[in-house]
């Protein structure tokens, strides 16, 4: 045994040198979900992270990655350092005691010295979770199919009489029911206040059964700019940066519309229990700083979390495109937003779902 | 002296006593041998599921995380808003929760029943340190008063025992009211009666279409001389090898409205280019996908058991004067019911569960109850009404199964 150890040791020592990893290097599991988003941060700040540090990521694809931090967490067998999850999950989570706190003050201040907590957008930063992007669920539509008159607002979704053809919507009450009662002509900052009444929910789903028998529903990101390719659908709701990518990326005549957009952030969590707790800190530590968030821009068209990213983001990574006209929260796509209330879906969550649920199944 | 006494193995052990020995001895070995297999379907199969079935009817969330509030609740009768030292309890086990950062997941177990309880326990727990000393009653009311509605207290006092029927209520469309009575819950809210039968209507179907295809081919290929029917049962099996994502995938681009059958039957005229067939994202989706993917299920036993019809009896039927029909369904046809019991069932059962082709194809109409259960496993985190519904899924499929032992024997089925 003691005659042993020093050539265990030697053994290790020279897989070590010939590996050039540092003896200290970990590998963290990265979650996260899928597609052309994951590859933004695999670049953005993956890539960066493993040359500056010598530790390794693994990056694993989820449709929603929050969904195994719960199983994960109550079985007591917890292998995900590093989520990156919708707001109402970091919030639900957070409040159910799933996740780590993170302690705001760690994080690095701007270039120019503004403390993290005033630098990142009013709401990114939680008890447990720090925000990289602005993301927002928008409709889009292929422009070689329209001949006259295109989509310019959130009402020509649902209006198949004057755009026939089918729609793609996600497969949820949310944002459905936002974005039918703005088509309606609810004003964006009414537009939760009408949901918590009766008399808001039942306008929506009148307004979804307008266009019920023309839906093809999706689920993945991914689905939307498929069905749009395939000419599946006319027009359908997606997340912005997936419409950018096929439109810039792959050359495909998809326009977005901005009109009636609903805006969403997205963060970085780690679950209770973390297997490599203090390397998943760093990583957010990095990840989250002024320059990464303005690079993971260049890659996909969501909006970095930070004030002080954006006058750093710069051109697409195919060096031609400027990305701030494309981003969620520039001013010209602001006109009619809405900015996703995570407080009512965690409240309303089970209950519209449900409904929604009953109204899809129903004939 | 007599005889029988004496019968005993050469080292003198009476034969009885010699021979259980060897049978137990026996028995024991046959044990050691399938140990492992018990052991792993114990640990991976039986013991997970009876977990998750428990968690239909255990849910301790809240007698866990509000003691002393559940301690008062099962004690008392709760018809209507109790006084002073219900709500003692209840800011007491709130300051409590609050600091063990408790109060939301007890919130989301009273949001099952009640929606808005998430944010009613989030805000209150917030504003707790403002409640100074009794009486408390008045305090709470004034922060919300929710606190003062009667269907909360209801609600709060059936959670205050560890085990509980909700789940097994909300899965068969059910629901309490204020008082605690079990009504049908509102018609906008009822799903799962409706997607549970339309998941025995689907998944019979299936099993039907599967055995009118099914059944000619098995018979083919029972009856082609071997190099051929080895050569066709690759057919059978290839496709049966093939992943499940990438079959149900080819079946969209094959037949979704811009898809392949469609434009070609566009482009020969048939249909106009705004009449397009929608076979995707609907019921039919899901039945023409899933009927394709079962028909190895009952292939495979219809074949095994064809194969082992002799020929000779049909042909001793015919001459005997019997026409085709009359031979096909009076000898041909009874000797292969082991088989269409065996595959009818097997192809029933798997689709009566099934998850990812619905999921995949069949937009809304053709979603069936497993859907449901991966969404409440997955997205909305009700693991308990999802045990409810699996455990329900569960419940009728042996219903069936039993009642099929009943009609037709399961003696009488052959898989192979």
């Not at chain 1, 009489?161 to 002509?185: H, Q």
């Not at chain 2, 009885?16 to 028995?27: P, Q, S, V």
Request: aromatic share 10%.
């Amino acid at each position: 045994m003691t005659a042993m150890k020093p050539i265990a040791a030697a053994a290790l020592a020279a897989g070590l040198v010939l590996s050039g990893v540092p003896a200290n290097a970990g590998e963290i599991t990265v979650v996260s979900w899928g597609g052309a988003y994951t590859k933004s941060q695999v670049e953005a700040y993956h890539k960066p992270w493993m040359a500056k540090t010598g530790h390794k990521i693994k990056s694993v694809d989820a449709p929603n990655p929050a969904a195994p931090i719960k199983a994960q967490v109550k079985a007591g067998n917890v292998s995900i350092d590093v989520a990156d999850v919708e707001y109402s999950d970091a919030v639900r989570y957070c409040d159910e005691g799933l996740l780590e706190s993170i302690d705001p003050a760690i994080l690095p201040p701007a270039p120019d010295g503004t403390p993290a907590t005033e630098d990142f957008i009013e709401g990114a930063l939680t008890d447990c979770a720090v925000a990289s992007i602005v993301w927002s669920t928008v409709f889009a539509y292929d422009a070689s199919k329209f001949k006259g008159a295109e989509p310019r607002t959130i009402a020509d979704l649902f209006d198949v009489k004057t755009f026939p053809g089918k729609r793609g919507l996600r497969k949820g009450a949310k944002p459905n029911l936002e974005m039918a009662l703005m088509a309606d002509g609810v004003p964006a900052a009414e537009v939760y206040k009408m949901l918590t009444t009766d008399a808001g929910v039942a306008r929506a789903f009148k307004k979804l059964d307008t266009i019920k028998t023309h839906v093809v529903w999706w689920e993945a990101g991914a689905q939307p700019p498929q069905l749009l390719a395939d000419g599946e659908v006319a027009m359908t709701t997606a997340y912005n940066g997936r419409i950018f990518n096929a439109a810039i990326g792959e050359n495909k005549p998809f326009k977005i519309v901005w009109d009636g957009q609903v805006l969403d952030f997205d963060l970085f969590v780690i679950p209770k229990g973390a297997p490599n707790k203090d390397l998943a800190l760093e990583f957010i530590k990095f990840a989250t700083d002024t320059q990464r968030l303005a690079d993971q821009a260049k890659y996909i068209a969501y909006g970095p979390a930070r004030k002080s990213s954006g006058k750093l983001v710069g051109l697409y990574q195919d060096g031609k495109t400027p990305m701030a006209p494309h981003m969620p929260t520039a001013e010209a796509n602001m006109g009619n937003a809405l900015v996703n209330n995570f407080e009512f879906w965690a409240d309303r969550d089970s209950e519209l779902n449900e409904r929604f649920n009953a109204w899809i199944a129903s004939n | 002296m007599t005889a029988a006494a004496a019968l005993t193995t050469g080292d003198g052990t009476p034969l009885k006593t010699a021979l259980a020995r060897a049978t137990r001895r026996a028995r024991l070995k046959a044990l050691f041998l399938v140990a492992p297999l018990l052991l792993f379907v114990i640990v991976t199969f039986a013991v997970p599921i009876g977990q998750m079935l428990y968690l239909s009817v255990y849910n301790p969330v809240f007698s866990d995380n509000m003691p002393r509030l559940s301690a008062w609740l099962r004690v008392h009768d709760v018809a209507q808003v109790p006084g002073e030292d219900a709500f003692e309890a209840l800011v007491l086990d709130l300051t409590e929760a609050r600091a063990n950062r408790t109060h939301a997941q007890v919130g989301t177990r009273i949001n099952y029943e009640r929606t808005g309880a998430t944010s009613l326990f989030k805000s209150t727990a917030r504003k707790i340190k403002r409640i100074k000393g009794p009486p408390y009653k008045d305090q709470l009311l004034a922060l919300n008063e929710e606190w003062g509605e009667l269907h909360l207290w209801t609600v709060m006092a059936r959670a205050a025992s560890p085990h509980t029927a909700a789940f097994y209520a909300q899965a068969l469309d059910l629901s309490y009211d204020a008082e605690g009575e079990i009504v049908r819950a509102p018609e906008n809210r009822r799903i799962y009666g409706h997607l549970f039968l339309r998941t025995l209507f689907l998944s019979a179907l299936i099993a039907g279409l599967c055995l009118l295809l099914g059944y000619p081919a098995a018979h083919l290929l029972a009856s082609l001389p071997l190099r051929y029917s080895n050569m066709l049962m690759v057919l059978v099996l290839l496709p049966f090898w093939t992943s499940l994502l990438v079959r149900t995938t080819s079946w969209i681009t094959l037949l979704q409205s811009q898809g392949v059958l469609n434009d070609m039957l566009v482009s020969i005229g048939i249909l106009g280019d705004d009449g397009r067939l929608q076979l995707m994202y609907n019921q039919w989706g899901t039945v023409i996908a899933m009927t394709h993917i079962m028909l190895p299920f009952m292939i495979l036993p219809l074949y095994s058991v064809m194969k082992t019809v002799p020929k000779d009896y049909v042909r001793a039927a015919r001459s005997l004067g019997a026409g085709p029909v009359t031979a096909f369904l009076r000898v041909y046809l009874p000797q292969t019911v082991p088989g269409i019991g065996a595959g009818v069932l097997l192809v029933f059962i798997i689709s009566v569960g099934y998850y990812i082709t619905p999921a995949l194809v069949g937009g809304s109409s053709g979603q069936l109850i497993s859907n449901q259960i991966a969404f409440h496993m997955l997205q909305s985190l009700n693991w308990g009404l999802a045990a409810a519904l699996g455990a329900l899924l569960l419940g009728g499929v042996i219903l069936l199964y039993w009642l099929y032992d009943r009609l037709v024997g399961v003696d009488n089925m052959k898989l192979g």
